[in-house]
Structures are given as C-alpha cells and as structure tokens.
C-alpha cells in the first residue's frame, strides 16, 4: 500500500468515531507532521451548534498541544462521493502552521484529489500581515 493509501485508510478508520449527531456529516483526518509523526482527529459537533469543531482543526490542535508546528500533509475522508475540500476556517487555520501544505481529500471509495494550501486560501491573512499591520507602541 502507498503511503496515501495509508493515511487515507487511517483516516477512514477515525471518521466512525466522529461525533456528528446532528449534521451526519462525518470527517476524519490524518495530519503528518515534518518529521512523521501523525495526529488523528475527527469533527465534534455540540448542540450549540457554533462550538462544534471540524476535524482537521481537532487534529492540528491536537498536534500543537503536543509541541509539533510543522506539517507536511494533511488526509482527510468523508462521506461525500464528491471530494469536497476544507471549510474556510479551517483553510486560514492551516495557514496559520502550514502555508505550503498538500491536502488529500478522499471519498468512501479511496477516490481522492489532491490540493495545495496556497490554491485554497490566495491572498491569505497571514502572521505576517497581522505584525505588519500593527502600530507602533507609544
Ligand atoms: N466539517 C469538517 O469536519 N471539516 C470540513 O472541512 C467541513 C465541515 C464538519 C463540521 C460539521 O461537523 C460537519 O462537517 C458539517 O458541516
């Protein structure tokens, strides 16, 4: 098996844990760091529906509580037969630690497409921009 086969597969196994009672839209995410290491994460959803959380953000978060800043790819299923790719929070999330990230979005039967962060979220406001736009003290 490749190694996309792999974390999609990975992927895949985690979405049954979603916890989606409300949309029934389950996601699951593998995210690899630089140096390898995978964090697994899954949508939760809350009946206060703003607090629900989308999987990828669970996954990265996950990462960056436990000290990894840099990823390298992020692998995600649903259970859209149309690849269907990250929600715009998550985009200018990922932005945040990943600008260059590749994103594999998958469907139930392994079908999957490839996208660049950098196609999904041009123009982003970045950390950069937000030390560059700030005053300066007094
Ligand atoms: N969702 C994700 O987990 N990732 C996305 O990129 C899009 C949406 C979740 C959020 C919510 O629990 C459900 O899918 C329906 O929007």
Redesign the pocket.
Known sequence: MNTTLSFIKLASEIRVKAY?PY?R?R?GACLVTQDDHIFLGV?V?NCSFPL?V???RVAIYKAVSEGYLKFKKLV?VTGNEEI?A??GG?RQVIREFAPDLEIIVANPKNLYKTFFLKDLLPHAFSPESYLKGQDPSS
């Open positions: 989606a949309s839209h996601v949508n959803e629900g989308c999987a990828e995600l269907s990250p929600c998550c």
